[in-house]
């Protein structure tokens, strides 16, 4: 949840960077990634743990969507990064 709201976060301020030009969109956009990497990361080793065990089919079906959408969130903050990248360059 802490990494979809700092995404939701990423794309506002890309928004505001892109159609209002403000000053402060690119380094909180930047900021924020570092922590979505951070946190994809961490997740991503807890889920490793987890799959290393005997797990029902149910729970096993589960914890691969899980990682699917901690992978979809972290590329959605990607775009947010190249969003205010671009905007940067124009």
Not at 21 to 27: K, Q
Not at 37 to 58: C, M, T, W
């Amino acid at each position: 949840m802490r990494m979809r709201q700092l995404t939701v976060d990423m794309l506002a301020a890309s928004r505001d960077l892109l159609l209002r030009n403000s000053a402060a969109g690119p380094s909180s956009v930047f900021e924020i990634e570092e922590t979505i990497d951070a946190l994809q990361d961490a997740v991503d080793e807890y889920l490793d743990r987890i799959n290393g065990k005997s797990l029902p089919p149910e729970a096993e079906r589960r914890l691969h969507a899980f990682r699917h959408v901690v992978d979809d969130i972290e590329r959605i903050g990607d775009h947010a990064v190249n969003i205010a990248g671009d905007v940067l360059l124009i």
